[in-house]
Every structure is written in structure tokens, then in C-alpha cells.
């Protein structure tokens, strides 16, 4: 039984990783923290959570890590990152939910968080926690840098075309749209329910923190610079997210074939499931879930090929890839406490 450890447990996706958590078959939680609300029973602030875990918040700052295995990090970006290498120092293994060790190049972290990075020589350790392209190296990682939920969904609904020479890179545009929830549970004008409700806005068009993170990885993927053109939106949902990708190709291809090519490419993902040609991604089947629904389309006039990317953004854009990750690394089955479908409607 891994001893778990949760920073953060009064946030959104604190609170999901312990919901999800309280059920895992080995996982045990020893410890829970949040500066709001320490010294209260975590049930006490969730109610929903009553009969089933009772374990009083603490402070972050008084929290040693001593008998963690596994220590999740739902926190916000920067706040956490010089605990890890004491964490790291006593053996815990650290899954960070933030961006503080997703970009390796600290000078591109200064960059678009507006400071300096503490840790620098931890970003060449971390390991990127995308497990349908990081699976091998997350098993032995020490440090996982847990991905965005805007990238998880680029990055997976991209990847089997980058990986071959059949699009140009020059050309990639992604139209994400995101629940509320994405933005966090800190009181702000913007999710006000009399701000969102009945109205779907764009925020933050070329200038998205997770900008960078989403050219990381095609970038690696393709073993070339990729640069994306990337427009972000809220919607006036609670969860889920959806982004619909456009990129040129080099050839004609039909949509079976390229349905076909999806599926081959992640026939052993457990989280991935390709849909049909002529069926497209929809947040109401895998909200709740850890899955990721692609559909994709060919435009055949304008040789394009359009692929559609549904998740829930607070788990498999966040708490449950966490998971997903610990499952790896802790050498047990990947979708223990995680293998249940969406809630519908």
C-alpha cells in the first residue's frame, strides 16, 4: 500500500485527486494540506466527503514527507517549488499538477510566469507526465511535471500526425474550449456565474501559458521546432474541455485511412478512445472520466485535416492523469482507481 501525500487538497483538482484517491486499492492518504482551511477535518469543508475520509487539513509549511511514497503537489503555479527538493531528499516521489517543472529551458518558464525559476537543475529530471508519449520514462521518474489540460488534449489529438511526414508544420491551429473549473477555485470577475453563464468568451488568444508547453512537446515529437497558433475560450460549463485542431496535409488521404491510423497509433492506450469517421469528440461522454475521445475529419477541398479532442479537464487534464502517472510509477495496473466511465448525461 503506497502512503500518499495531497498539497493542496481544498482546490479543485486537490480535492478531485482525493475523491478518486479514497478508493484506489493501494493507495493510503496520510496526509492533506491547505493553508484556508488547516486544523479543520477535510470532511468538515466537503461535506460530500463525510464517512469517507476525516483527516484534518495542515499547513504545507509544517509537513515533512517522511512516510510518503507518492507526494501530489495541487498547487498554484511557482508556490510549491522549493519543497521538492526536500521531499526529493527523503525519498518521496513528487507528482507537481502545476507548471512549475513542465518547461525545460528556465529562461522560457521566466519568460511567461514573470519569474525566475528556483530549481533549474530539476527541470532536466523532471519527466513530462504524458503517458501515451512518456510511459517508459515515468515508471523510474523521480519528479513528474503532471500536463497542462489544454495540452493534453492538443498534444494527443497531434501526435500520430507529427510523428509522420504527411502535414506541414507550419500550419496548426487549435481552437480549445474550457469549463469553468480550469480556472481554479479562487474567487475571480471572470467565472462569476452572472459573468459566464449563457456566454462563451475567448481570453488570452496567442498569449496562453500553456503556449509553450503544447510546442515542447509536438517539438519533440517531431524533432523540429513546431510553432501553434493556439485560441483558448471558457464555456458556461462547470468541466470539461474540448479543442478542435486544424493542420494542413501533404497528400490526399481519406478519413478512413486516417481514422485507421489513429486507432493503430494507440491500439495499447487504455485512455484513448478513436471514434468512428463521421463521429466527433463531445465533452458529455467523458466528463468525470480519465478518457480522451478523438474524432477526426478530412476537408478535402483545402486538404486539411481537422481532429476533434474531448476530456474532463479536471482529470484527465489533471487529478486523474496524476494518477495515471502514479499508477506507472509505482509499478502497478495503469487504470487502477481509475478504469470507470463518464457520466452521462
Request: glycine share 6%; aromatic share 8%.
Amino acid at each position: 500500500m503506497a502512503k500518499i501525500g495531497i498539497a493542496g487538497a481544498s482546490g479543485y483538482t486537490g480535492i478531485e485527486l482525493l475523491r478518486l484517491l479514497i478508493n484506489h486499492p493501494e493507495a493510503e492518504i496520510v496526509f492533506l494540506t491547505s493553508e484556508t482551511y488547516q486544523g479543520q477535518p477535510i470532511s468538515e469543508v466537503f461535506p460530500s466527503l463525510g464517512g469517507f475520509a476525516n483527516i484534518k487539513l495542515s499547513s504545507l509549511e509544517f509537513v515533512s514527507g517522511d512516510d510518503c511514497d507518492i507526494i501530489f503537489l495541487a498547487l498554484p503555479h511557482t508556490t510549491s517549488m522549493e519543497k521538492v527538493p526536500s521531499f526529493l531528499n527523503k525519498n518521496a516521489r513528487v507528482i507537481d499538477l502545476s507548471a512549475n517543472y513542465r518547461l525545460k529551458d528556465p529562461a522560457v518558464f521566466e519568460e511567461w510566469y514573470a519569474v525566475p525559476h528556483q530549481q533549474p537543475e530539476l527541470l532536466k529530471e523532471a519527466v513530462y507526465g504524458l503517458p501515451e508519449i512518456h510511459r517508459k520514462a515515468i515508471m523510474s521518474a523521480r519528479l513528474i511535471a503532471n500536463p497542462g489540460c489544454y495540452p493534453t488534449s492538443i498534444t494527443l489529438a497531434l501526435a500520430p500526425l507529427i510523428k509522420e511526414d504527411w502535414v506541414d508544420l507550419s500550419y496548426i491551429i487549435a481552437d480549445s474550449k474550457s469549463g469553468v473549473s480550469g480556472a481554479g477555485r479562487k474567487t475571480s470577475l471572470n467565472t462569476q456565474f452572472s459573468e459566464t453563464n449563457e456566454g462563451v468568451s475567448a481570453y488570452k488568444i496567442a498569449a496562453h501559458r500553456h503556449t509553450p508547453e503544447i510546442e515542447q512537446e509536438l517539438s519533440a515529437l517531431a524533432n523540429t521546432d513546431v510553432r501553434v497558433s493556439f485560441s483558448p475560450h471558457l464555456m458556461p460549463m462547470t468541466r470539461g474541455m474540448l479543442s478542435t485542431v486544424y493542420i494542413n496535409l501533404k497528400q490526399d488521404m481519406s478519413v478512413e485511412d486516417l481514422v485507421q491510423h489513429f486507432k493503430n497509433f494507440y491500439k495499447e492506450e487504455p485512455f484513448v478512445r478513436i471514434l468512428p469517421a463521421g463521429k466527433y469528440a463531445n465533452t458529455h461522454f467523458t466528463v468525470a472520466s480519465n478518457f480522451c475521445d478523438i474524432g477526426v475529419q478530412v476537408d478535402g477541398r483545402n486538404r486539411r485535416a481537422i481532429i476533434t479532442s474531448a476530456i474532463d479537464n479536471l482529470i484527465k487534464g489533471a487529478s486523474g492523469q496524476a494518477i495515471q502517472n502514479m499508477n506507472l510509477m509505482l509499478g502497478i495496473s495503469e487504470t487502477s482507481g481509475l478504469n470507470f466511465p463518464g457520466i452521462f448525461p
